[in-house]
């Protein structure tokens, strides 16, 4: 839910803000009609969400952290993407140069591509409940952490800001999306998943899964790669040396921001519908910590 945070609205000299999501906000040129140039400026805020609630706290160098991880995965997949520059030089506003990106403008599929190679989450639950993920069965004895004889693609539909995504199966998306369109969805993110997890794993990070999303290029008419990719906000990442399926993996995420929301330290009842409170200075630091340290292991660079 937005309440309680008020949407962070630059005035950046070219450009006119139309859109703002959990944590990004989205502009396009401001000497064209609304919806009429085929550019937008994607800039990566630092808010931070949990429980479909974005908090009033925030998380320094989130945005920058997410952008330029997103732009480092980009380099190295060979999936067409969206991203058509990322620097001043490129036209970005040097106001927010380093946290936002110059996009292609795709046609968004309505569908949040995820695929999972361990088991553990929303998907663990189901498990316990029927041997299925997405009604995809899986091996008898697994636990949380354990990982699967092959990836699977998980989809869900998209929901509103504040509202929580909904786990779908396959033919849902063929339903949605059409035949063609759902197997390309389908095998362009286990594409993804596969190439980023042994690049990971080169790196010492275990990529549990994965959320991407893709829309169509109406210049190119190809599916084409956008949004975000492979961050921690999109991706559970665990560390390779702690990995030990039967309990819960420390990641390198908002884990911390969960487990304090949740903890009798916050006074929140996440039942409850309340606004979740602000952040510990303690929490908000060790979050930023785990963010630079997921960057600065998978990239092999300082973060600065």
């Known amino acids: 839910m937005m309440a309680g945070y008020q949407t962070e609205t630059l005035d950046l000299p070219g450009w006119r803000h139309v859109y703002s999501g959990k944590v990004r906000d989205l502009y396009e040129p401001a000497d064209s009609g609304p919806g009429e140039s085929d550019r937008v400026l994607v800039?990566?805020?630092?808010?931070?969400?949990?429980?479909?609630?974005?908090?009033?706290?925030?998380?320094?160098?989130?945005?920058?952290?997410?952008?330029?991880?997103?732009?480092?995965?980009?380099?190295?997949?060979?999936?067409?993407?969206?991203?058509?520059?990322?620097?001043?030089?490129?036209?970005?506003?040097?106001?927010?140069?380093?946290?936002?990106?110059?996009?292609?403008?795709?046609?968004?599929?309505?569908?949040?591509?995820?695929?999972?190679?361990?088991?553990?989450?929303?998907?663990?639950?189901?498990?316990?409940?029927?041997?299925?993920?997405?009604?995809?069965?899986?091996?008898?004895?697994?636990?949380?952490?354990?990982?699967l004889p092959e990836a699977i693609f998980t989809p869900s539909a998209k929901a509103a800001v504040g509202e929580h995504d909904e786990n779908i199966t396959y033919e849902d998306v063929t339903g949605m999306v059409g035949d063609d369109a759902a197997a390309q969805l389908r095998d362009l993110t286990l594409e993804i998943y596969r190439e980023?997890?042994?690049?990971?794993?080169?790196?010492?990070?275990?990529?549990?899964?994965?959320?991407?999303?893709?829309?169509?290029?109406?210049?190119?008419?190809?599916?084409?790669?956008?949004?975000?990719?492979?961050?921690?906000?999109?991706?559970?990442?665990?560390?390779?040396?702690?990995?030990?399926?039967?309990k819960a993996q420390p990641s390198f995420d908002k884990q911390y921001v969960r487990d304090w929301l949740t903890s009798a330290e916050s006074g929140w009842d996440r039942a409850s519908g309340q606004e979740p409170p602000a952040l510990p200075a303690a929490v908000v630091e060790r979050t930023r910590a785990r963010y630079v340290e997921a960057y600065e292991k998978l990239t092999g660079r300082t973060f600065a």
């Open 43 to 147: 800039v990566a805020s630092d808010r931070i969400s949990a429980y479909d609630f974005v908090l009033a706290s925030t998380i320094p160098d989130k945005g920058r952290i997410l952008t330029q991880l997103s732009l480092w995965w980009f380099d190295q997949l060979n999936v067409a993407n969206h991203v058509l520059g990322s620097t001043a030089e490129d036209g970005v506003p040097v106001e927010v140069e380093g946290r936002a990106m110059i996009c292609r403008r795709l046609e968004m599929y309505p569908v949040e591509c995820i695929a999972r190679g361990y088991l553990t989450g929303s998907g663990l639950a189901e498990y316990r409940e029927s041997g299925t993920v997405c009604e995809i069965p899986l091996p008898t004895g697994l636990v949380d952490g354990s990982r």
């Open 196 to 246: 980023a997890e042994k690049i990971a794993r080169e790196r010492g990070i275990i990529l549990a899964d994965t959320k991407v999303e893709f829309g169509l290029d109406p210049v190119t008419g190809y599916i084409t790669l956008g949004d975000e990719v492979l961050t921690p906000d999109s991706s559970r990442f665990w560390d390779s040396k702690t990995w030990e399926p039967g």
